[in-house]
């Protein structure tokens, strides 16, 4: 099965601890992307890589970090530095050329205790 | 110039009416017009896209419509089903590696 798997679907963390929120394609796509949905803002852009060991920030990238070692895997962190973390998190891969299309992931819903 | 504006931000329909959702942009760089369908706690996938070299594109009960000098472009629901109550978003974007911008989203309820 080709896709984008998100992990873990639902995601409990203490104030002040930092979390990892993971993203795996096999679709062999060279973007990857991370949005933060919140009810009522839509998605907002968190961080995007076009390519291997290397990423740029999005419209809302303080207090979260990224690393993209390989081309199939785009963890997200959220650090103690985000102040108001609980939202549901989704990741997004396309093609890098002649494709504007995005797909998702099924999402993780990150909820601070 | 990088937002995109849709409206409503809920709509209520009864089962075999028309659904119509808008969405309006700035930049004139914009090049990539896609609608995004998503059913509560799952991601959303993408239902239907537009270039702006057409006015019009139809898949099955699902219309867009672009007005390029209006810098506006419309989801038409034809024979809207309970089955089609999701979330919908409009998007944007320029060039081929450009990020999308997301419009803030129109919840649908679609009723028997």
């Known amino acids: 099965d080709g896709g984008i798997t998100q992990s873990p679907k639902y995601l409990f963390r203490k104030e002040g601890q930092n979390v990892t929120l993971s993203c795996e394609q096999n679709?062999?796509?060279?973007?990857m992307y991370w949005y933060r949905q919140d009810p009522g803002q839509g998605l907002r852009l968190i961080y995007y890589?076009?390519?291997?060991?290397?990423?740029q920030k999005g419209d809302i990238a303080e207090g979260y970090s990224v690393s993209r070692e390989k081309k199939e895997s785009f963890p997200l962190t959220v650090t103690s530095a985000q102040k108001n973390p609980t939202a549901f998190y989704l990741c997004?891969?396309?093609?890098?050329?002649?494709?504007?299309?995005?797909?998702f992931g099924p999402g993780t819903r990150l909820t601070v205790l | 110039q990088q937002q995109v504006k849709q409206s409503p931000q809920s709509l209520i329909v009864q089962k075999g009416g028309i659904s119509i959702i808008n969405c309006a942009y700035e930049?004139?760089?914009?090049?990539?017009f896609p609608w995004y369908q998503q059913f509560p706690g799952k991601g959303p996938a993408l239902l239907i896209a537009?270039?702006?070299?057409?006015s019009e594109k139809k898949e099955g009960r699902f219309t867009i419509s672009f007005n390029k000098s209006a810098k506006q472009f419309s989801l038409h629901i034809m024979d809207s089903q309970p089955g089609d109550s999701a979330t919908y978003f409009c998007?944007?974007?320029?060039?081929?590696?450009?990020?999308?911008?997301f419009g803030t989203g129109t919840r649908l309820q679609v009723f028997p």
């Open positions: 890589s076009q390519i291997v060991n290397d990423f």
């Open positions: 679709l062999n796509h060279d973007a």
């Open positions: 997004a891969s396309k093609l890098a050329a002649n494709n504007n299309e995005q797909f």
């Open positions: 998007a944007a974007s320029k060039g081929n590696t450009d990020k999308l911008i």
């Open positions: 930049n004139t760089a914009f090049d990539y």
């Open positions: 537009i270039r702006p070299d057409v």
